[in-house]
């Protein structure tokens, strides 16, 4: 598990603020970002002056608001992934969910000035919101819901895909709390020629262009208009953290997570498919039909991700533990199926030569992960492996190896293996 120190981070931060035409401003936002407080008398820091509470600093990089154990993937834009030990909670607590970043966030959040809009070809008129006039205005729900990076278990892709190096972090299921997407568009006003919705963050493009989207994703409207799509503001009961999209992002749960907008700004009601930064080509987009790993697939004939597929996790244990012999050994994980449910969750210690059917908890609502759990012993001493793999309600099971390659190395839902080692 490789981490890089603050360090490194620092160094490429300055580096980048030259290279890269940075401003002051942005130079000082994201050492503030960094250290997690605003740093009092910024106007007299000097540009690309390290803070010395981060240069001297040893300790791994860590994200503020997020868990020290987060494997960071890229620091520009930020990414970092959940260890699955880290997962064991049936409500992933704020502080260890998955960050994804595509541009640069926000840091300035003025909550009484932010406001929403509505709009596009297939609205029936424009309106904006103020985060207050959202509260006020449309009832509140709270769901569980699970949100995976489309490219969650890229690093497994041969030949390679690029992007970040996802291994099974790239989930969690938080409670969200917010409004209904579906009231909003609803008061709005829907035509009946809509087809498709779209979001506007207030994240920047990496390239500083502020002509540029960092990413500007959808849904069609039947899915937006599903109850436990929400625009939500609370995480868990609390403000949801910057790095997850403070003060207002979409949660389309059992969908590529690119599809809740973060920093959410604007949604756009389209009477096309939306297509927006990250809508075409390769991204989050496969092979409509299998391809030979390394294949080059023409534009037309790439599909668009839907719902994502059947997963699971081990969460418990900790892959590497060392157990005694003929004692019996706790499993526990979660599963999940896009916008269907789990039937069924089997694991196995013998490489996936016998499996054992364990039990398996009921979703909260629709789009939140399943809790299962259940035990097991060895009879032998030496080196075993548990796998688990997840059925869902049309009877699909997870592969056991790597299914469809495709570019970018998207939809990976392999079983989860944690090693361990019998004394
Ligand atoms: N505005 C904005 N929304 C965004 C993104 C982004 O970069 N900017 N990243 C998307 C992607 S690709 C993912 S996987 C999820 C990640 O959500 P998280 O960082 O809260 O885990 O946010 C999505 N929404
Ligand atoms: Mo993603």
């Known amino acids: 598990m490789t981490k890089k120190t603050l360090g490194t981070i620092v160094e490429h931060t300055a580096d980048a603020a030259e290279k890269q035409g940075f401003t002051r401003r942005d130079f000082i936002a994201s050492m503030s970002a960094l250290l997690g407080s605003r740093i009092v008398f910024a106007g007299a820091l000097p540009l690309g002056m390290v803070p010395v509470a981060l240069a001297n600093n040893e300790q791994a990089f860590k994200i503020a608001g997020k868990h020290s154990e987060l494997v960071v993937l890229n620091d520009r834009p930020i990414n970092a992934e959940t260890p699955a030990h880290l997962l064991d909670d049936k409500v992933t607590p704020s502080d260890k969910l998955f960050v994804r970043n595509n541009g640069i966030p926000p840091t300035e959040i003025d909550l009484d000035n932010w406001t929403l809009t509505v709009e596009g070809e297939s609205a029936e008129q424009k309106k904006v919101y103020s985060i207050a006039e959202l509260k006020s205005r449309f009832t509140h729900y709270s769901y569980q819901l699970t949100l995976e990076c489309g490219g969650n278990g890229r690093a497994e892709f041969s030949p390679q895909a690029k992007g ?12 969200w709390t ?25 994240d920047s493009h990496l390239s500083g262009d502020p002509s540029k989207q960092a990413i500007s994703r959808g849904v069609p409207i039947q899915k937006a208009l599903e109850d436990e799509c929400l625009i939500a503001w609370a995480m868990n009961d609390e403000q949801i953290p910057l790095m997850n999209g403070h003060p207002l992002r979409l949660v ?15 949604i756009v009601i389209r009477d096309q498919v939306h297509d927006g930064a990250k809508m075409l080509g390769t991204a989050y987009r496969v092979p409509c039909k299998p391809v030979a790993p390394g294949t080059k697939v023409a534009d037309e004939d790439m599909c668009i991700i839907h ?3 059947v997963k699971s996790l081990i969460t418990f244990p900790k892959s590497g533990i060392h157990q005694k012999i003929k004692q019996p050994l706790k499993l526990r994980g979660h599963a999940w199926a896009g916008d269907k449910e789990i039937q069924q969750v089997k694991i196995s210690k013998d490489f996936g030569q016998t499996w054992q059917t364990v039990t398996l908890a009921k979703a909260v609502n629709k789009n ?9 012993s060895f009879d032998k001493t030496g080196y075993y492996e548990i796998w688990a793999k997840a059925t869902d309600s049309d009877g699909i099971s997870q592969p056991m190896i790597l299914p469809g390659w495709n570019p970018k190395g998207y939809l990976n839902n392999a079983c989860h293996r944690v090693a361990i080692q019998v004394v």
């Open 252 to 266: 389309i749960g059992g969908w590529p997570a690119s599809t809740s907008g973060k920093w959410l700004e604007r």
């Open 307 to 309: 719902a994502m597929p």
């Open 368 to 376: 939140a992960w399943q809790h299962w759990q259940g035990e097991v």
């Open 178 to 202: 917010g409004v209904r997407l579906a009231d909003v568009l609803k008061d709005v006003g829907i035509k009946a020629d809509a087809v498709y919705i779209g979001y506007y963050g207030k």
């Open 164 to 175: 970040n190096q996802w291994t099974t972090g790239a989930v969690g299921c938080p409670k």
